[in-house]
């Protein structure tokens, strides 16, 4: 869909919906009705210096949105407030200084909060313009999951040709990326942790070796096809499997912490998971490592939104990656913004394989 249009269709909208702007807020944790949709007044758009103001099309939902919302994320901004850390639109007016965005361009956001509206103005430099092929869809379920799956592997992870890999998660956002980033690399073998029934989807996207973590022990798997274990171990779920990834790692290898997830079970805040996965935190000495020859490293995107050039830098290699058509987004289903309990349960539940998306517009068939 070119730029030109892109600007027709919000202008009509902008008509059609002049008089009230809906956003979610979060006004408590853990109740299902806490999570609100407010509207306000439609008042012209006024971005400040360096800032550019955006009608939102799509927008990410995150595993750590999903934590935040049962009070166990650890950068959640004070209560209330609008949940969102990515998302896609057109930009609708550009504010004094930006020389580099015009109004009728499409942008993909990052930022720490604040994206579930359907009109947000952002700074300039947290967007990011959107390949000519790109939807707002994928746009929108790029910059977390990619950007993650990208520092994590190549940043701390150095995957070269030859390595193997250890993905957890891997029907998830982040997992499904990291699947693709390794095919980017020659002769890398792939082992991921997922339920049975994403396997056949997994392979599509290059795993070589799923497994089903409900009925099989991951760790004699992965000794049974690899007994010296693997290069890199890509860690999103902390406790117990921290250690038990730590000890599947070769001489030179290397976990990086990137997630909690055994902190979450399910819809609700589960406090024997919260102990136990703090009780089973991994934790290990410079001269263990030292002797092991290992690293462990320690990713998170939610303090490294100061590091302008660094992102920049990382988006940059992305849009090539999904120009040259080696990375796609995989969309899970796309829910309105009414339904954002029913979207957070898609993942709580872990039906989801691939993104989970939010839109400001009407209920899309999932
Ligand atoms: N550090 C960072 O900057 C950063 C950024 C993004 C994401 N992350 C982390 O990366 C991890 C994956 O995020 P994501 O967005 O890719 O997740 P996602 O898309 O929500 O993945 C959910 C899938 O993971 C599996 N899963 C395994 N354990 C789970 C659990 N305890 N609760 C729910 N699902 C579980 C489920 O699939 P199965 O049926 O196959 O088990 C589920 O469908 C999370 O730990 C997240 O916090 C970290």
Same mark, same amino acid.
């Given at each position: 869909?070119?730029?030109?249009?892109? $600007?027709?269709?919000? !202008?009509?909208?902008?008509?059609?919906?002049?008089?009230?702007?809906?956003?979610?807020?979060?006004?408590?944790?853990?109740?299902?009705?806490?999570?609100?949709?407010?509207?306000?007044?439609?008042?012209?758009?006024?971005?400040?210096?360096?800032?550019?103001?955006?009608?939102?099309? *799509?927008?990410?939902?995150? @595993?750590?949105?999903?934590?935040?919302?049962?009070?166990?994320?650890?950068?959640?901004?004070?209560?209330?407030?609008?949940?969102?850390?990515?998302?896609?639109?057109?930009? $609708?007016?550009?504010?004094?200084?930006?020389?580099?965005?015009?109004?009728?361009?499409?942008?993909? $956001?990052?930022?720490?909060?604040?994206?579930?509206?359907?009109?947000?103005?952002?700074?300039?430099?947290?967007?990011?313009?959107?390949?000519?092929?790109?939807? @707002?869809?994928?746009?929108?379920?790029?910059?977390?999951?990619?950007?993650?799956?990208?520092?994590?592997?190549?940043?701390?992870?150095?995957?070269?040709?030859?390595?193997?890999?250890?993905?957890?998660? !891997?029907?998830?956002?982040?997992?499904? *990326?990291?699947?693709?980033?390794?095919?980017?690399?020659?002769?890398?073998?792939?082992?991921?942790?997922?339920?049975?029934?994403?396997?056949?989807?997994?392979?599509?996207?290059?795993?070589?070796?799923?497994?089903?973590?409900?009925?099989?022990?991951? $760790?004699?798997?992965?000794?049974?096809?690899?007994?010296?274990?693997?290069?890199?171990?890509?860690?999103?779920?902390?406790?117990?499997?921290?250690?038990?990834?730590?000890?599947?790692?070769?001489?030179?290898?290397?976990?990086?912490?990137? &997630?909690? !997830?055994?902190?979450?079970?399910?819809?609700?805040?589960?406090?024997?998971?919260?102990?136990?996965?703090?009780?089973?935190?991994?934790?290990?000495?410079?001269?263990?490592?030292?002797?092991?020859?290992?690293?462990?490293? &320690?990713?998170?995107?939610?303090?490294?939104?100061?590091?302008?050039?660094?992102?920049?830098?990382?988006?940059?290699?992305?849009?090539?990656?999904?120009?040259?058509?080696?990375?796609?987004?995989?969309?899970?289903?796309?829910?309105? @913004?009414?339904?954002?309990?029913?979207?957070?349960?898609?993942?709580?539940?872990?039906?989801?394989?691939?993104?989970?998306?939010?839109?400001?517009?009407?209920?899309?068939?999932?």
């Amino acid at each position: 869909m070119s730029a030109e249009r892109e $600007v027709a269709e919000v !202008a009509t909208e902008a008509v059609g919906d002049a008089h009230q702007l809906r956003s979610l807020v979060l006004t408590g944790f853990g109740c299902h009705d806490k999570m609100k949709l407010k509207s306000r007044p439609a008042a012209p758009p006024a971005p400040g210096p360096g800032q550019l103001t955006l009608r939102v099309r *799509a927008c990410g939902l995150n @595993f750590a949105d999903v934590m935040a919302q049962q009070g166990i994320y650890d950068r959640t901004p004070p209560l209330p407030y609008t949940p969102g850390m990515e998302g896609a639109g057109v930009v $609708v007016a550009v504010g004094e200084g930006v020389n580099d965005r015009k109004v009728g361009d499409r942008v993909m $956001v990052l930022i720490p909060s604040g994206m579930w509206q359907e009109e947000v103005t952002v700074l300039s430099t947290q967007t990011f313009l959107m390949p000519e092929s790109m939807t @707002f869809e994928e746009a929108a379920a790029l910059l977390v999951n990619y950007i993650t799956a990208y520092m994590v592997l190549f940043d701390f992870g150095n995957l070269r040709p030859g390595h193997s890999v250890l993905v957890h998660m !891997a029907a998830g956002g982040v997992g499904i *990326a990291a699947l693709q980033l390794c095919r980017t690399v020659e002769n890398v073998t792939v082992f991921g942790t997922a339920s049975a029934r994403k396997h056949e989807m997994l392979k599509e996207n290059g795993i070589t070796h799923p497994i089903d973590y409900h009925t099989t022990d991951y $760790v004699d798997e992965i000794k049974k096809i690899s007994p010296k274990g693997v290069d890199i171990v890509m860690d999103p779920l902390g406790g117990a499997d921290t250690a038990k990834g730590y000890n599947l790692l070769k001489p030179m290898g290397k976990l990086i912490s990137y &997630g909690m !997830a055994n902190l979450m079970t399910g819809p609700k805040r589960n406090l024997m998971a919260l102990a136990r996965t703090w009780w089973n935190q991994f934790s290990v000495s410079a001269l263990q490592l030292l002797q092991a020859n290992r690293a462990v490293c &320690g990713f998170h995107l939610g303090y490294l939104h100061d590091e302008v050039e660094l992102i920049d830098g990382v988006v940059t290699r992305l849009v090539a990656l999904y120009n040259q058509g080696h990375i796609k987004p995989h969309i899970d289903s796309v829910w309105p @913004f009414e339904k954002v309990m029913d979207a957070m349960r898609q993942m709580q539940e872990k039906k989801n394989v691939g993104k989970v998306l939010l839109v400001p517009g009407p209920e899309k068939e999932n």
